[in-house]
C-alpha cells in the first residue's frame, strides 16, 4: 500500500536555512512523516530511523523492495553511538578526515535500530551529511534519519526538489528545496564490517582518496549477478534506470564516436527517437546528427560530469526517446562513481568498441 498524503513544498535558503521552516520539517520527522531533503550528493528521503512504522512509510513510498538497506543520517558523533556498536579505530580516522561529507560507513548495527532498515542485516549504513539543510534538519529533528535516495525505486536519483516531486508528490509530507544537489551522485559506501574494508558502492569520496587512510582498500560493487543475496537477480543492475534504454560504449574516443553515430543513424531508420549523453569536447566530432544531445560539461571537469548526470538522464526521458547513447569516460577519481551509474542504467548493454 502506497503511503498517500498532501505534498508541501518548502523553499529554503541553501546555506543559511530558516529555523521557522527546518523546525516545521523536524516536527514532521518526530510525528512519523517523510521529509525529502537535500544532501550534498542527492536528495533524500527521510524519516526517523528508530521508527519501524515511519521507515516503512519510506519502502512503500518508493515502491522498494524491504531487501534494500537504508542509509542512517546523523548529525553529531552522539547520534552515530545510538545506531552502531563496536566502532573500530579506522571509522574514526575516517570519520575525522570525511565528515560530514559523502562517505557511508557500513558498522556493526546498535540495538535500537528496527531491523526493517538493515533489511535485516546485522550491519548499519551511517552517513553525516555536509548540507547546510541536512545538518540543521537531523539536529531540529534530534534523531537519526534513515533516507535512501528521494526517487521512485529504480530510477534516476534525484538532484533537484522538481525530481523528487517528480517521483514522489503525494507520497511525502514535505518536500524541502534548497536548489540542486552540488555533488550529484551518491555517497561512497564503506563496508568496515569486512577486513580488508570494501568499497560497496564508488560515490563522492573517491577511491584515491581512501586509500591514502586504507592502502589494502577493496572495491566490490554489488551487481546483481554477482550476489547471491539479491533475491531477484538483475535487481540492483536496474538501478538507475532511465526509461529509454541506454547503450553505453567504451573504447578510444574516435572510434566510439564513430560507432555512436552508425548505430544511432540504424536505429533512427527503425523509427526510433535517439539521444546522445556525452562530453562538451565530443560535440563537434558527432558531427551532423539528428537526435536529442545532453552534454555533461568538460570531460576534465569530473565534478561537474558527476553534478549534472543524473538531470542529465531525466531530461531525456522527459523529451521521450528510446535510446540513449553514451560514452565511457575516465573512471579515475569522481569518474568511477559516474562509470557505475551508467553501468547500471544501460542494465549491463556496453558495447566496447576496437
Ligand atoms: O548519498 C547518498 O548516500 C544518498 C543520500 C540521500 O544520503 N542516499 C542513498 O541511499 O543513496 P540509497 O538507499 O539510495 O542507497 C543506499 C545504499 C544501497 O546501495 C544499499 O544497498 C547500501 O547503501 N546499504 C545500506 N545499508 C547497507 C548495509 N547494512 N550493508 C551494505 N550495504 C548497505
Ligand atoms: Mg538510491
Not at 273 to 300: K, N, T, W, Y
Amino acid at each position: 500500500m502506497t503511503y498517500q498524503t498532501t505534498t508541501r513544498l518548502l523553499k529554503v535558503n541553501p546555506e543559511a536555512p530558516e529555523p521557522a521552516l527546518i523546525a516545521q520539517a523536524a516536527q514532521v520527522l518526530r510525528h512519523g512523516g517523510l521529509v525529502a531533503f537535500p544532501t550534498e550528493t542527492v536528495y533524500g528521503l527521510g524519516a526517523n530511523a528508530l521508527d519501524e512504522n515511519a521507515v516503512s512509510r519510506i519502502f512503500a513510498a518508493k515502491e522498494r523492495p524491504a531487501s534494500d538497506p537504508l542509509i542512517v543520517h546523523v548529525s553529531s558523533t552522539g547520534e552515530l553511538s545510538q545506531v552502531a556498536m563496536e566502532i573500530p579505530p579506522l571509522a574514526w580516522q575516517l570519520i575525522n578526515r570525511f565528515w560530514p561529507g559523502p562517505l557511508t560507513l557500513v558498522l556493526k548495527r546498535g540495538l535500537l535500530v528496527p531491523p526493517n532498515v538493515t533489511a535485516g542485516a546485522p550491519t548499519v549504513a551511517v552517513r553525516m551529511p555536509r548540507h547546510p539543510v541536512a545538518l540543521a534538519l537531523l539536529s531540529a529533528a534530534d534523531m537519526p534519519v534513515a533516507a535512501p535516495s528521494a526517487n521512485l525505486f529504480s530510477r534516476p536519483s534525484p538532484t533537484t526538489a522538481a525530481h523528487v516531486l517528480e517521483d514522489l508528490n503525494g507520497r511525502v509530507d514535505i518536500v524541502l528545496d534548497g536548489g540542486p544537489t552540488t555533488v550529484g551522485v551518491e555517497s561512497t559506501v564503506l563496508d568496515l564490517t569486512q577486513t580488508p574494508p570494501c568499497v560497496l558502492r564508488p560515490g563522492g569520496v573517491s577511491l584515491e582518496a581512501l586509500r591514502r587512510l586504507i592502502p589494502d582498500v577493496a572495491f566490490r560493487a554489488k551487481y546483481a549477478a554477482e550476489n547471491e543475496q539479491v533475491a531477484a537477480p538483475g535487481m540492483l543492475l536496474k538501478h538507475y534506470s532511465p526509461r529509454a534504454q541506454l547503450v553505453l560504449l567504451n573504447g578510444e574516443r574516435e572510434a566510439v564516436l564513430r560507432a555512436m553515430q552508425a548505430q544511432a543513424r540504424a536505429e533512427q531508420e527503425a523509427g526510433r527517437r535517439v539521444g546522445f549523453l556525452l562530453v562538451d569536447e565530443d560535440l563537434p566530432l558527432l558531427g551532423q546528427q539528428e537526435g536529442i544531445v545532453e552534454s555533461l560539461g568538460a570531460v576534465a571537469d569530473a565534478e561537474a560530469v558527476a553534478r549534472r548526470l543524473f538531470a542529465a538522464l531525466r531530461s531525456l526521458d522527459a523529451r521521450g526517446v528510446d535510446v540513449i547513447f553514451a560514452r565511457a569516460l575516465p573512471r579515475d577519481g569522481l569518474g568511477l562513481a559516474v562509470w557505475d551509474r551508467l553501468m547500471r542504467a544501460a542494465e549491463g548493454r556496453i558495447v566496447d568498441v576496437e
